[in-house]
């Protein structure tokens, strides 16, 4: 009995420092769209969301359609993703809570330098992508259900045209890969303009058509709802909410892209409504 008395302190002390370094408070589970990881800014602001909190984060860099299901499914603990309309369903279903706005960017328009379909510099995109299709100029679609593939179908109906045949090609692939894709096929896409800049070395795409106000591209961040999902991380999950909303983070938002790209790749909107981004982005 002596001999276990003086081997509990030795045995406490291993299971905290066991403890310690599993992560007490447990992991994260993040699902979000590719742009965020593409672009480099979730390794900026994970590793500080761990530090301050001493959660763990689990990303899973999907499209926005994908993460929007793994939350429906309780498969997430939060969602950081870029489709609005999307979005409200799942708010409205009671799945989604705490659903907050956090920043914005746009789409753009990118094609090869030759510009085969005689876009660029047009105002309207539905008007550029009609003339893709009416020439036949190679698109390259990401056709993942994301927040971008989304954006891509509204700007297609709004144009009265439904894109088929060879001209038209999906990768079903992540924002990254697809301009690698567009480039290598001499052809259009359209992107978030973070993924683009970031990726702007490895491909031969110039912008074509920006500024349009339907291009706007506003990501939402939100808990699954753990009344739905008991397995659900709720403290981590609203630990990261409200990460992601603080002055200091959405300054390093603010700030990530200026020293590489001599611009900001987001810009940060927490307190702001979507009804100011409509007006004023």
Not at 55 to 80: C, F, H, P, S, W
Not at 90 to 119: E, Q
Not at 232 to 247: D, I, K, Q, S, Y
Not at 272 to 278: A, P, R, V
Request: glycine residues 12%; neutral net charge; charged residues 25%.
């Amino acid at each position: 009995m002596r001999a276990v008395r003086k081997l509990m302190p030795v045995l406490a002390l291993v299971l905290a420092l066991l403890g310690a370094g599993c992560g007490a408070k447990g992991d994260v589970v993040l699902a979000t769209t590719t742009s965020t990881v593409d672009t480099g800014l979730l390794d900026v602001l994970i590793p500080e969301f761990e530090r301050q909190t001493g959660y763990r984060v689990k990303t899973i860099a999907v499209g926005t359609g994908q993460a929007l299901a793994m939350g429906e499914r309780g498969e997430a603990d939060v969602l950081l993703v870029h489709a609005p309309e999307a979005e409200k369903k799942l708010v409205d279903a009671g799945i989604g809570i705490n659903y907050r706005l956090v920043m914005h960017n746009d789409f753009i328009i990118v094609g090869p330098p030759g510009d085969p379909a005689g876009i660029r510099g047009l105002k309207s995109s539905p008007a550029a992508f009609r003339q893709i299709a009416d020439r036949r100029a190679l698109f390259v679609s990401r056709g993942d259900d994301s927040g971008t593939h989304k954006k891509e179908q509204e700007i297609w109906k709004e144009a009265g045209v439904s894109p088929a045949g060879g001209w038209y090609q999906q990768s079903g692939q992540g924002m990254g890969a697809t301009l690698l894709m567009a480039s290598e096929k001499k052809a259009y896409t359209l992107t978030d303009r973070a993924t683009y800049l970031a990726q702007k070395k490895n491909v031969d795409l110039d912008v074509m058509v920006e500024g349009d106000r339907s291009l706007l591209n506003i990501y939402h961040v939100m808990q699954v709802n753990p009344a739905r999902f008991a397995k659900v991380n709720a403290r981590g999950a609203e630990a990261f909410v409200e990460f992601m909303l603080a002055p200091e983070t959405q300054k390093l938002i603010g700030d990530f892209g200026k020293d590489k790209f001599g611009q900001s790749l987001f810009f940060p909107d927490a307190g702001k409504t979507m009804e100011e981004l409509g007006r004023g982005a």
